[in-house]
């Protein structure tokens, strides 16, 4: 496997932005034949393009499953283009597979597109792939927050959400006025309308503060009709628990290429 870290200039974020690169190349390890899937793998409210290779076993996973993978980094923006600020969503929809398939050559064919995040990253993966259905054949959200309002509230006690209302108030103006298109429930329910949706996998642990948000969110898929595969064990917000459900998710999307 090849491990690249580096710059690119993104027009949505009008700034040199960070990627993290694992590419298949010399397949010691792996047994699988045919082209590489790509993965882009998004990062949580307090992390940043670094933490999934430092904190899982994600480059073990891409050499097992044959995958390229991009962890991209937006910083606190939620995934969303802001109004005062970036525009992420635009860049992680939109303009970074462009650049990856231009730089890497990978490919950006719907069924070999993957996306997946934890947190922040759980709905950006889902505001991604199911505002992007006819893009994305594939999304993984794992401990999902994916009401921004509530989070908000759960930031005077949560550390890890610490500071989170003046996030809002970049991201969606002071009066902190959320657009329909910016929630959860609403791009499922305009997606449930379309012909063709991603592989979905969810999780969360029992333990996790945003257990709640993420049963609802469950609980709508079902009610929509949208085809998805929900897991929930012991754990809380933590990286014990994303490592293990990366790894369930690739399992879960990858078994049909498996050639041993």
């Known amino acids: 496997m090849a491990f690249f870290t580096g710059n690119v200039y993104s027009k949505s974020l009008l700034l040199d932005t960070q990627l993290n690169i694992i590419l298949p190349h010399d397949h010691r390890e792996n047994r699988r034949k045919g082209s590489p899937k790509t ?89 991604c792939a199911f505002g992007n259905p006819n893009r994305f054949g594939y999304c993984g959200a794992f401990s999902g927050a994916y009401d921004i309002l509530e989070l908000k509230k759960l930031s005077i006690d949560i550390d890890v959400a610490a500071g989170f209302e003046k996030d809002v108030k970049a991201i969606f103006g002071l009066e902190m006025d959320i657009p329909d298109e910016a929630t959860i429930p609403y791009i499922l329910e305009q997606a449930a309308k379309s012909d063709v949706l991603p592989e979905l996998y969810l999780t969360c642990g ?13 609980q709508l898929c079902t009610k929509l009709s949208i085809k998805s595969t929900y897991e929930e064990w012991n754990g809380a917000h933590e990286w014990r628990f994303w490592d293990e459900s990366i790894e369930k998710m690739l399992k879960l999307f990858m078994k049909d290429e498996e050639r041993y």
């Not at 029992?206 to 469950?218: G, M, Q």
Request: charged letters at 25%; zero cysteines.
């Open 39 to 127: 993965l882009i793998l998004l990062h949580g409210l307090s992390d940043n393009a670094s933490a999934w290779y430092r904190r899982t076993a994600i480059e073990r996973y891409a050499e097992k499953y044959n995958l390229t993978v991009v962890m991209p980094e937006v910083q606190r923006s939620y995934y969303n283009d802001m109004v005062y600020g970036q525009k992420a969503y635009t860049y992680i929809a939109e303009e970074l597979p462009a650049i990856i398939e231009s730089m890497f050559k990978t490919s950006l064919r719907r069924e070999d597109l993957i996306i997946a995040g934890l947190s922040m990253g759980g709905y950006g993966a889902l505001r």
């Open 206 to 218: 029992t333990e996790d503060f945003l257990y709640p948000v993420n049963l609802r969110i469950k």
